[in-house]
Each structure stands twice: as structure tokens, then as C-alpha cells.
């Protein structure tokens, strides 16, 4: 069942609430309609367990297809097992921490 909607209110809905309930995160970009999916729980690690709100409107996504930010919207969702075989995932691959090292004058 389609599950597009989470409770607006803010620190109501996070990652973590998500996971529980759905499986998979569609993220459509409603300028050129690109959709990647996403495994919720693997959403979770990259970004930890953030609010569902935060991870679409605060990060200022970029869509890679047409380059428009702030264009995505995400549906949480949990695909019947038929039409599974349809949906190409985009699976975390690694998380790459970045060294940066800062300076100060004295
Ligand atoms: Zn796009």
C-alpha cells in the first residue's frame, strides 16, 4: 500500500518511525519525474534518524537528471513483492568521512 504522507507536525515523524513502518523511500523529482528508491533503513544509517521532513526539505537535494534543487519529495512506501523486481534500489555503497583540518592564528 502507498504510504505517501507522514504526520506534519513537526518532531512527530523521523527515519527511524519510518523504518518501522515502510520498507522503501521513493524520491521523485516533480521537474523532469526521476525516481530513485531508496531503502529506508539504509537511509537511516546514512543520514541517522532524522525527521522525515528535515531529510527532504533541509538538505536542499539536488536532482542529478535535470539539476533543479529543492524538487524532490519523498513517499515512504512498501512495494508488493511482484512489483519489486521493477524498482531499480539505489543501495548505500559506503560512507566516506572526511578528515578536514582547520587552522587558527595566535
Ligand atoms: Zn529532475
Known amino acids: ?13 523521523t527515519l527511524a518511525d519510518a523504518a518501522r513502518n515502510s520498507s522503501h523511500a521513493r524520491l521523485r523529482c516533480r ?10 533503513e539504509e537511509l537511516v544509517e546514512a543520514f541517522g ?4 521532513d528535515d531529510l527532504v526539505y533541509g538538505r536542499r ?3 542529478r537528471k535535470c539539476g533543479m534543487e529543492d524538487t524532490i519529495e519523498m ?6 513483492a511482484a512489483n519489486l523486481q521493477e524498482i531499480r534500489l539505489r543501495r548505500l ?5 572526511i578528515r578536514r583540518v582547520l587552522w587558527r592564528d595566535e
Open 61 to 63: 537535494w539536488r536532482c
Open 49 to 52: 534518524s532524522i525527521e522525515c
Open 93 to 97: 555503497d559506503g560512507i566516506v568521512n
Open 75 to 80: 513517499s515512504l512506501e512498501n512495494p508488493p
Open 1 to 13: 500500500m502507498p504510504e505517501p504522507y507522514w504526520p506534519k507536525k513537526k518532531g512527530s515523524y
Open 31 to 40: 521537474y523532469c519525474k526521476t525516481e530513485r528508491w531508496y531503502l529506508v
